[in-house]
């Protein structure tokens, strides 16, 4: 089988001074639409956000937000994350491209890095991801990455199931 190889990125940890990238993220219709309005109204909104939500997951749940960054143009092109997020037993993965960067490989190299880093960075050995029926491009990034549709899972900061992923690595 012939495997096209994955766009090529950079990670970096997330900082206030990425808060017109979130604010843009955070604020697009897909985004309100699949994952929902955190209320984020301005660029300082955004950088509050990182502040008050982002920055502390490093110390009470170690890990941290990081920025996509294509490996070649340099272009910020979105978010990537592992989360413990309350209502899913284990570590998930998280990532959002700007829209104008969607449809080119970047959301599906940005959801393997976040692997990469929950194997070999913290030697986890499952990892679950969650997303909306309605995000079929997020479920074939998944899929295309190998992880099953497990199930419905209802967290905190749904209104609704969302289906939940789950990746083994033996």
């Known amino acids: 089988m012939n495997k096209k190889p ?4 950079n990670i970096r940890p997330i900082t206030p001074e990425d808060a017109p990238l979130l604010f ?4 697009s219709e897909k985004w ?6 955190r209320g984020i109204k301005s660029v300082a909104d955004a950088r509050q ?11 009470r749940k170690g890990f941290v937000n990081h920025i996509v ?3 070649e143009t340099k272009a910020e092109i979105g ?16 990532y959002g491209i700007l829209e104008q960067f969607e449809g080119k490989g970047y959301a599906t190299a940005a959801a393997q890095k976040m692997v990469e880093l929950a194997l070999n960075t ?6 679950y991801a969650i997303t909306n029926d309605e ?35 033996a």
């Open 122 to 127: 913290y030697g986890l050995n499952k990892v």
């Open 79 to 94: 978010t990537c994350s592992l989360h413990h997020r309350d209502g899913i037993d284990g570590v998930d993965i998280g």
């Open 49 to 59: 956000y990182i502040l008050d939500k982002m920055h502390p997951d490093l110390h």
């Open 6 to 9: 994955l766009k090529p990125i």
């Open 32 to 37: 309100l639409a699949q994952i929902g309005d």
């Open 69 to 71: 960054i294509d490996s």
């Open 135 to 169: 995000n079929l491009g997020s479920c074939k990034v998944l899929e295309k990455l190998g992880f099953i549709h497990i199930g419905y899972v209802e967290l905190p900061i749904a209104d609704h199931p969302v289906k939940l992923y789950e990746l083994c690595i």
């Open 24 to 27: 843009d993220l955070m604020t």
